[in-house]
């Protein structure tokens, strides 16, 4: 199985995200697949592209199962460029949870459209690391720091009904009219002239993003570092064997 598929019907372009058995939490080498993905579709000229995950999550941010190293926050920026230039509108479809660089990936899009099943999570701080993805910038300018900071330092874990009413997705729904729903969203755009949606997905993404390429720029500089560190080597480890752990200094 392609761990990222893709197909087309008509002017809508689906890229999925097939790796359901570790609940889409993707390796560089996906990531890099799910970018290049995201350029082929764009390349056929499609007005949409829905970006959704198989099984019950959408993406569960990297795999740590496998080596993460500063080449996979790079290939993470790679695939927020191929959403963020592509010119067709993208619709991220999350139908469960989108955590880590999964969540940078699902906000980066155009639209997002979430069952109420779903949730969004930061959850970088207790392995030692940072948001990446252009979170740093896409939580802020969504939400408001104060939000933000909730969710990176707090690890807030966002359901799909307060993310919507704070504005950091388009619309939260009941599980059986997730479809119907991005459906709707895709048709409106699928009706109207190519030309005007394009436009318009531009003048609002410049109106918004004067510091996209400096966040990735940043984030890479930290996370490289971090990922270096003894601290996420012990903390990772500890993800991994879903053994509880804590740098807190002795009283």
């Known amino acids: 199985m392609q761990i ?11 890229v999925r ?5 570790r609940l889409n939490a993707l390796s560089t080498e996906d990531l890099a697949a799910l970018a290049d993905a995201i350029r082929s579709a764009d390349a056929a000229a499609p007005s949409v592209i829905v970006l959704e995950g198989e099984g019950r999550a959408f993406c569960t941010g990297a795999d740590l199962s496998g080596t993460v190293d500063a080449e996979t926050v790079v290939v993470a ?27 940078s990936i699902a906000l980066a899009c155009d639209l997002v459209v979430a069952s109420e099943a779903a949730f969004f999570l930061m959850p970088f701080l207790p392995i030692g690391l940072v948001p990446d993805g252009g979170a740093t910038r896409t939580l802020v300018e969504l939400v408001g720091r104060v939000r933000a900071t909730r969710m990176v ?15 950091l997705i ?15 969203y895709a048709d409106r755009i ?14 609002l993404r410049d109106a918004a993003e004067g510091t996209l390429e400096r ?4 984030e890479l500089a930290v996370q490289g570092a971090l990922l270096d560190s003894p601290e996420y080597a012990l903390a990772r ?3 991994l064997a879903k053994r509880s752990l804590t740098f807190r200094r002795p009283d």
Request: hydrophobic share 50%; glycine share 8%; proline share 5%.
């Open 153 to 167: 330092l707090g690890g807030e874990r966002i359901p799909a009904a307060q993310a919507a009413d704070w504005g």
């Open 237 to 239: 480890e500890a993800f």
């Open 4 to 14: 990222v598929s893709q197909e087309q019907i008509g002017d809508r372009a689906v």
């Open 77 to 103: 920026a790679r695939v927020v460029r191929a959403i963020a230039e592509a010119r067709a509108v993208t619709i991220a479809r999350v139908q469960g949870p989108a955590a880590g660089v999964g969540a």
């Open 215 to 218: 966040s990735l720029d940043a």
């Open 190 to 203: 699928l009706d109207a002239p190519q030309s005007a949606a394009y436009a318009s997905k531009r003048l």
């Open 17 to 21: 995200l097939n790796k359901p058995s």
């Open 170 to 184: 388009a619309e939260a729904v009941p599980e059986h009219a997730l479809d119907e729903r991005v459906g709707f």
